[in-house]
């Protein structure tokens, strides 16, 4: 979802009680001229997936964690709610086995040998995929990608909206990250000022002492919204999705064995990005969009 989607899913993790808590490409994705709501479609839409029959399932357990917010996380209730909470309550329904499926909360560190100790059926916790876990376990398709995203100073005198407007500026960005690597590869004109954390990107961008960052873009999105930005800044051009930076993308983790649930899984998550229900989901919980 390599330092791609397990440093960004740490990071954001590291931030979600401060803002609510964030192919492989060679060029960035086609720059926008204002922020979209429109979640990409991962799923061809010429593809047909198989539906298994699942009518000698006893019952589907979804694990996840309650520290990663918008994602899974408890409410002011203490419920277990978030986009993967939603998102597997959908999943069922799709597959007509509503009154066959529990969500079941884990420390984030047990969900792995919950798992593999057949504890669980299905882990939706946003964790990244790598080659060392896709020899012990099964991995559903993408159904979200986190992309990296430039922030800039409202008060900069940048003149232009895309990524070619920088060159010259200050720009942020978060030392040893996949986002400074990325930055240098997709950006190689534009010089890049580090800083040892986020929260020092982030107060020197707000403060003007560099003009822009580049970030995750998960993690911007919730900032430049969230009180502590002062209205200070907003997200500028992209976004940019990158498999060799930024990892596969959010899926689902099933064990190797379950070879028709990962295939069902896949059917759902394909229907439901084809109707509209996956980006309802999205819309309620990134109102202001990652893209």
């Known amino acids: 979802m390599r330092v791609c989607l397990s440093s960004l899913i740490s990071l954001a993790r590291s931030v979600a009680g401060a803002v609510l808590m964030a192919a492989s490409c060679a060029i960035p994705v086609a720059a926008q001229q204002a922020p979209s ?25 979804f694990l996840t964690s309650v520290d990663f ?34 969500i079941q909360a884990l420390p984030f560190e047990e969900l792995q040998g919950a798992l593999s100790a057949s504890q ?27 992309p990296a995203r430039f922030v800039r100073n409202l008060k900069a005198p940048i003149d232009g909206r895309t990524a070619a407007a920088l060159a010259g500026h200050s720009v942020g960005v978060v030392k040893g990250t996949t986002h400074e690597a990325m930055l240098s590869a997709f950006f190689p004109a534009i010089k890049p000022v580090p800083f040892d954390d986020k929260d020092a990107l982030l107060a020197a961008i707000k403060d003007g002492k560099v003009e822009a960052g580049f970030a995750d873009g998960l993690q911007l999105s919730f900032w430049v919204s969230s ?5 200070c800044c907003a997200l500028f051009d992209g976004p940019y999705l990158s498999q060799q930076f930024l990892g596969e993308g959010m899926t689902i983790m099933l064990r190797e064995e379950d ?18 229900r996956l980006q309802e989901i999205y819309l309620r919980y990134f109102p202001y969009g990652l893209y």
Do not use: W, Y
Request: proline share 7%.
């Open 227 to 231: 009180p502590s930005a002062e209205k």
């Open 37 to 61: 709501t429109n979640l990409p479609v991962l799923f061809d839409a010429r593809e047909r997936l198989p539906k298994p029959d699942l009518s000698t399932l006893v019952r589907l357990r």
């Open 120 to 146: 669980g059926d299905a882990v939706i916790a946003g964790v990244a995929v790598t080659p060392e876990l896709r020899k012990s376990f099964a991995f559903s398709r993408p159904f979200l990608m986190l």
């Open 259 to 276: 070879a028709d649930l990962t295939a069902a899984i896949n059917h759902a998550l394909a229907t439901l990005s084809r109707n509209g």
């Open 69 to 102: 917010p918008p994602f899974n996380f408890a409410d002011q209730n203490g419920k277990l709610s978030g986009f993967h909470v939603d998102l597997a309550r959908e999943i069922c329904d799709e597959l007509g086995i509503s009154d066959k499926c529990q």
